[in-house]
């Protein structure tokens, strides 16, 4: 199994995983129309749990979710059409037009045959997973069929959950694949790069069979290892993971907390009101302790948006010394306004690349707009309304940033 290549044993299993779920748990699909925003018919359902038995999940829980989608297409389908698209090698427009239809296609055609072609590669590797594949195949349709449940039941809590952890291996592996090549391109050391991804293959292999087999807790275990092994072999390999990134990011969160601490006590010697500027700075501190404890329980998004957050009431802190007159709420419309300028170059730059900033593009908009609201109220001299709206200004523009 160690001489598999990397772009094989990613792509295949990344198509044989999740098409089998998909063949087996969705029927066919008739696309004969394009897909978008706002439409509804039996197609629609029919792309949901398409997209939900691939891995593209749609929602979670509720509408959208497995077992519960819908005929009309709205905004968490466009999502993941863009998800799959992005993930094919389409443009990630979340619009399921003639490409994407011919796309499903090929998938749906192709299943069967991908395992064909790596056993009539002529190495022993190609043809012991094509007889793997085929045995896990059959096992997988085995058990499906001795469940009296309709297709769309057959993806429980659990199963998914193994699904996800599954398809985050597959990421971290062809991640920490393209950092070691990246590091021989560079002259680097890759340390025992190359022996821990070799150890998360053998882990994914292990993953997908137990999941065939039924025993998930066992599949969710060689998983796990997988994605273990495969952070080390990127960080041997000389990348920053991503806890580390946000490790960073809420160490940078604390000295700005600090600094906010020494703005304030350095007003309150000054003789300023510092009340609500000391209450605000408490909560701060609060959020601060709180994204540590995420991080350490290794919810990383949740810790970074928490830390995100203490940030954002640190800043509110400073804004609070004083009274609140005609001088903090002006250097508040100014702190909006440069988030709004950064925002828009941000915007901008990501439009030239490519990107999908519509979405970007309306909350600036708004942020324009409380902006404008914050001056009026500058104007009028209720000077607590115009630092109010230049903070929702400011907050709206860091959104836009963040919907890039």
Request: with cysteine; proline share 1%; glycine share 6%.
């Given at each position: 199994?160690?001489?598999?290549?990397?772009?094989?044993?990613?792509?295949?299993f990344i198509f044989t995983f999740f098409s089998f779920a998909s063949?087996?748990?969705?029927?066919?699909?008739?696309?004969?129309?394009?897909?978008?925003?706002?439409?509804d018919g039996e197609d629609v359902r029919c792309l949901q749990k398409y997209l939900n038995s691939s891995g593209f999940i749609i929602s979670n829980t509720g509408v959208g979710s497995p077992g519960n989608e819908t005929s009309l297409l709205r905004?968490?389908?466009?999502?993941?059409?863009?998800?799959?698209?992005?993930?094919?090698?389409?443009?990630?427009?979340?619009?399921?037009?003639?490409?994407?239809?011919?796309?499903?296609?090929?998938?749906v055609k192709n299943v069967g045959s991908a395992v064909s072609a790596v056993a009539s590669s002529g190495t022993a590797t190609g043809a012991e997973l094509a007889a793997k594949l085929a045995e896990l195949k059959a096992q997988l349709e085995k058990a499906q069929s001795q469940k009296a449940v309709t297709p769309a039941a057959v993806v429980t809590v659990?199963?998914?959950?193994?699904?996800?952890?599954?398809q985050k291996a597959l990421k971290e592996i062809a991640n920490a694949e393209d950092q070691i090549e990246d590091a021989k391109d560079d002259g680097q050391?890759?340390?025992?790069?190359e022996s821990n991804i070799e150890d998360a293959k053998e882990d994914l292999f292990d993953a997908v069979s137990s999941y065939f087999a039924g025993d998930l807790a066992k599949?969710?275990?060689?998983?796990?290892?997988?994605?273990?092994?495969?952070?080390?072999?990127?960080?041997?390999?000389?990348?920053?993971?991503?806890?580390?990134?946000?490790?960073?990011?809420?160490?940078?969160?604390?000295?700005?907390?600090?600094?906010?601490?020494?703005?304030?006590?350095?007003?309150?010697?000054?003789?300023?009101?510092?009340?609500?500027?000391?209450?605000?700075?408490?909560?701060?501190?609060?959020?601060?302790?709180?994204?540590n404890d995420e991080l350490e329980n290794d919810k990383l998004d949740d810790a970074k948006d928490t830390a995100k957050e203490a940030r954002s009431v640190a800043d509110d802190a400073v804004d609070a010394i004083g009274?609140?007159?005609?001088?903090?709420?002006?250097?508040?419309?100014?702190?909006?306004?440069?988030?709004?300028?950064s925002?828009?170059?941000?915007?901008?730059?990501?439009?030239?690349?490519?990107?999908?900033?519509?979405?970007a593009e309306d909350l600036l908009d708004e942020a324009n707009d409380k902006l404008d609201e914050a001056e009026e109220a500058l104007d009028d001299k209720d000077y607590e309304e115009a630092i109010d709206l230049a903070k929702e200004a400011r907050s709206l523009a860091n959104d836009a940033v963040d919907e890039l």
């Amino acid at each position: 199994m160690k001489s598999f290549k990397s772009s094989l044993f990613v792509g295949l299993f990344i198509f044989t995983f999740f098409s089998f779920a998909s063949v087996t748990s969705a029927a066919s699909c008739d696309f004969s129309r394009d897909l978008e925003i706002g439409v509804d018919g039996e197609d629609v359902r029919c792309l949901q749990k398409y997209l939900n038995s691939s891995g593209f999940i749609i929602s979670n829980t509720g509408v959208g979710s497995p077992g519960n989608e819908t005929s009309l297409l709205r905004g968490l389908t466009k999502d993941a059409i863009a998800e799959w698209q992005a993930a094919n090698g389409l443009p990630a427009s979340g619009f399921f037009g003639p490409a994407s239809r011919q796309k499903y296609a090929e998938l749906v055609k192709n299943v069967g045959s991908a395992v064909s072609a790596v056993a009539s590669s002529g190495t022993a590797t190609g043809a012991e997973l094509a007889a793997k594949l085929a045995e896990l195949k059959a096992q997988l349709e085995k058990a499906q069929s001795q469940k009296a449940v309709t297709p769309a039941a057959v993806v429980t809590v659990t199963e998914k959950s193994v699904k996800d952890a599954i398809q985050k291996a597959l990421k971290e592996i062809a991640n920490a694949e393209d950092q070691i090549e990246d590091a021989k391109d560079d002259g680097q050391s890759i340390g025992s790069a190359e022996s821990n991804i070799e150890d998360a293959k053998e882990d994914l292999f292990d993953a997908v069979s137990s999941y065939f087999a039924g025993d998930l807790a066992k599949a969710y275990t060689y998983a796990d290892n997988a994605i273990d092994n495969a952070n080390d072999a990127f960080e041997d390999a000389g990348g920053e993971s991503e806890a580390d990134e946000v490790e960073q990011y809420i160490d940078d969160t604390e000295d700005e907390i600090d600094a906010a601490r020494d703005t304030i006590e350095q007003a309150d010697d000054d003789g300023e009101d510092v009340e609500e500027a000391e209450n605000l700075l408490e909560d701060a501190e609060d959020l601060l302790k709180q994204a540590n404890d995420e991080l350490e329980n290794d919810k990383l998004d949740d810790a970074k948006d928490t830390a995100k957050e203490a940030r954002s009431v640190a800043d509110d802190a400073v804004d609070a010394i004083g009274s609140g007159g005609s001088d903090d709420a002006e250097s508040a419309i100014d702190k909006a306004k440069d988030a709004i300028d950064s925002a828009e170059d941000e915007i901008n730059e990501a439009d030239d690349d490519g990107d999908d900033v519509n979405d970007a593009e309306d909350l600036l908009d708004e942020a324009n707009d409380k902006l404008d609201e914050a001056e009026e109220a500058l104007d009028d001299k209720d000077y607590e309304e115009a630092i109010d709206l230049a903070k929702e200004a400011r907050s709206l523009a860091n959104d836009a940033v963040d919907e890039l």
